[in-house]
DNA sequence: TCATTTATCTGACCTTAGTCAGACAACATG
DNA sequence: CATGTTGTCTGACTAAGGTCAGATAAATGA
């Protein structure tokens, strides 16, 4: 009778089975089965050749075909062959099948925030779903280049600089910390990478460059419910890799002792200590790599 | 692109989906359709009049009635008329059928302890999940009288003293302070009240007599995870529900100060700040209320 | 007692999902 | 250009889930 970890488990698994079966009889009240419902939001989703959406929804290819047809016939879609090869074809919605997407979409929104409302403490409620989200789909995170300006970027500063205020003793500042200029974080001077899971950004890390040998890595930040999956040492990887592809021959970054997992990974991973490079007031420890 | 909560909730729903989905194909390794797997598991469950094993599956009668008659065939379970009103059936697993369950039972477990063991916190983790199912289904929670020296009530009073401990500035030691005696906290003298979500323990409290008009209100305790549902407001309802039940008069209880939700709560409710009424060395507010 | 209600069972029927073999056209390659 | 490969389409088929209209038997209430 103890709540041992597996009854939790399936105590868990047993009410989202319930939210999730409801979320699909929603979708079955716009006169349309399952499958039909889950091709047009694959399409709508940006899915549009149809061995991509054969393969994300894990179809038959006779089943697929039958159901593309219907979806024709309906007006929901139309299809031709893809331009560079004839044999593949691809499924784009009519305005109609816009429509209908757009209507599935608002349902899966009003369900969201139903459950959202209810919840007493929401911000916490969200936190908790990410990290379910991401342990359970954890290996499905993908690095990509943005632009530091970008709002995704934006978010992850914003976050970074948060945790910083509330890490570090002194608390933290960006106007007296040397803000590397966006320029500097994009090609060819630098790079800005973020972690993405499920298309929402988890983490990134800057390159900034000045055009010469060395470069500085700066903004390392990971969303606290995406730590523990190794991410701060893909990343560093990643902007490693796009340091050579830049040319740079030697890497540096400043932290503080406040943060003890990044001082941690860095020392780990080849990063050597060396005296203070900057002004910054914020900094206490100072590393370098040549590549 | 900012990751907003509805996106952040949607991101949630995909990945559970998955993971559902895949114990559901789970399942059909044993060579039964999942509609049959289901009965064999709302039965094994404890579920055995048919009215409410379709009632909880949302079944069709006509489909019910096949679905039994070919676990009937399969010899994993019997029925027989209810001893009470013979239009009624009711359903039991035979000695194959609970060998079935147990193995679906194994899947299930199976399933839950791979996904724990690859999550890099899994104390988070089953916290994060524990607020998830709590908030989805938090209108289920089901008050209980038990036995307060039962193993679920034992799990809530071990919680409810290790959160003194970090809360008061004095710490707790239950040895220091009057612990009531299971005695009193048991009928006819007093009784002890379980919150119980989905068969596990979320909130207790207890009520210690001693046969006379007076009793003492104690150990009201929540789950982190099932705070803001209103379920305090609704432990305190169900034990002064008891108390009239048990011809209490006057009920008393005391607390501290670094349980501001708690004194709120009772003020909120009827309680009338009284002067100090034991020598227990960690409660500083005393309270009575007249039923 | 008799009509009504309740719970299950039965047979007929339908939709959805999914499999499989073969057809066909477009590409790729020697 | 002949050959094999790839991607889609078609028709035939099956399993599973689900609906509906009685049939039956037991309980209930006037």
């Known amino acids: 009778m103890r709540p041992d970890s597996i009854a939790r488990f399936r105590r868990f698994a047993r009410a989202v089975t319930a939210e999730v079966g409801a979320l699909d009889s929603s979708f079955l009240g716009r006169g349309r089965p399952l499958g039909a419902a889950r091709v047009v939001n694959a399409i709508g989703a940006g899915r549009t050749d149809v061995a991509e959406i054969r393969a994300y929804l894990g179809l038959d290819s006779g089943l697929m075909s039958r159901l593309l047809r219907s979806l024709e016939e309906e007006g929901l879609l139309t299809t031709e062959p ?36 209810r919840a007493p403490r929401s911000e916490e409620l969200l936190r908790a779903m990410d990290l379910v989200a991401l342990t ?24 970074y600089y948060g945790e910083l205020a509330r890490r570090l003793e002194t608390g933290f500042d960006v106007k007296l910390s040397c803000d590397p200029e966006a320029e500097a974080m994009v090609r060819p001077r630098g790079t800005f990478l973020l972690a993405i899971a499920d298309g929402l950004p988890v983490g990134c890390v800057g390159l900034k460059g000045g055009g010469g040998p060395v470069a500085e890595v700066k903004r390392l930040w990971i969303d606290p419910a995406a730590r523990g999956f190794g991410l701060a040492r893909r990343l560093m990887q990643a902007v490693e890799d796009a340091a050579r592809d830049l040319s740079i021959a030697v890497l540096r970054l400043d932290t503080n002792i406040a943060l003890p997992e990044a001082l941690a990974l860095y020392r780990r991973t080849g990063w050597v200590e060396i005296a203070r490079f900057n002004d910054d007031p914020y900094p206490d420890h100072f590393f370098e790599k040549a590549l």
């Open 82 to 117: 893809h331009p560079d090869d004839a044999r593949r074809r691809v499924a784009r919605l009519t305005e109609a099948g816009q429509r209908e997407y757009s209507a599935y979409e608002d349902l899966s929104d009003a369900r969201a925030s139903a459950l959202l409302a």
């Open 136 to 159: 359970l789909g954890g290996d499905r995170i993908a690095i990509e280049e943005a632009d530091p300006r970008s709002e995704a970027a934006r978010f992850c500063l914003e976050a």
